[in-house]
């Protein structure tokens, strides 16, 4: 079963799908499952494997989703009760502690332009563990020379986006060379379920390509789970200064310790909007 367990979280990582591996790491007195017992949980609740069944089992699966949701391990100790002896129908009355692994493929994420900051953006990423795609339409800037670490498509962005199969665990960043660029890229992404949706700019460029896409029927919904302008608030001003900030953002974000919600129940949209990197000039 082991073997089973590690080809199917082998095969869920090469398609992005982060998995928990759930794995008993000691017993004392009668358990109905060994050391070394494995199961594995995806995001969505289903199992590979089992720890033994029951109620424990049933607590161990939502833990481990918990532990994906924030990318946290855990220990778990469970004393086999009688009222879990009932739901098994084994008299165990013993102990057991189990390990819960988050396990996460190297995340994707996509730069949509390829101008100054999505150079340094991409460089410093690859090394931080991201697969990067850098997507722009000016064979130019995008080229396999000018970025030798990531997957370069040269296309139009509208295009490529509304074709792309972008997996929902992914990271985009949108940087292209001008507002109409950017307002086309959201146009075909922010109804998208991502991981993260960040676009480069300035308050008063967000709010007039928020006011487009409203005016155009995109839910407020969709709106709000866009991080606009992107980076965390260190101040940065030249290209490679603001690819740190945005990278510092999606490594929160990965890792979780950049939330969803923050002490006063405002969005983490809302958060990164309290803080402006300085917009660059056409062929950032």
Request: with cysteine; aromatic share 6%.
């Amino acid at each position: 079963m082991s073997e089973a367990i590690f080809a199917a979280a082998r095969d869920a990582l090469e398609r992005g799908e982060p998995v928990a591996l759930v794995t008993i790491v000691r017993t004392q007195g009668s358990t109905p499952q060994r050391v070394g017992a494995k199961m594995l949980v995806y995001a969505d609740g289903r199992t590979i494997g089992t720890i033994g069944g029951g109620c424990y089992e049933h607590d161990a699966l939502g833990k481990a989703r918990e532990a994906l949701e924030h990318s946290q391990p855990r220990l778990v100790a469970y004393e086999l009760s009688d009222d879990i002896a009932e739901e098994t129908g084994l008299i165990c009355g013993g102990r057991m502690e189990v390990f819960i692994e988050p396990l996460e493929a190297s995340p994707r994420l996509y730069l949509i332009g390829a101008g100054h900051v999505s150079w340094h953006l991409a460089r410093a990423a690859h090394d931080a563990g991201f697969r990067v795609t850098v997507v722009d339409d000016r064979e130019k800037f995008a080229s396999p020379e000018r970025f030798p670490d990531a997957d370069v498509v040269v296309e139009s962005i509208p295009d490529w986006l509304h074709r792309a199969d972008i997996p929902a665990a992914a990271f985009v960043v949108i940087l292209t060379r001008g507002h109409r660029h950017d307002l086309e890229a959201l146009r075909a992404l922010a109804a998208r379920d991502l991981r993260y949706l960040g676009l480069i700019g300035s308050r008063a460029k967000v709010t007039r390509l928020f006011e487009a896409l409203s005016a155009e029927g995109m839910p407020a919904e969709c709106l709000r789970r866009i991080f606009a302008p992107i980076g965390l608030d260190i101040g940065a001003v030249t290209p490679a200064e603001i690819a740190v900030s945005i990278l510092a953002e999606l490594i929160g974000l990965r890792r979780g310790r950049l939330m969803s919600d923050d002490a006063d129940g405002a969005p983490a949209r809302a958060r990164s909007m309290r803080h402006t990197p300085r917009t660059l000039a056409p062929g950032r």
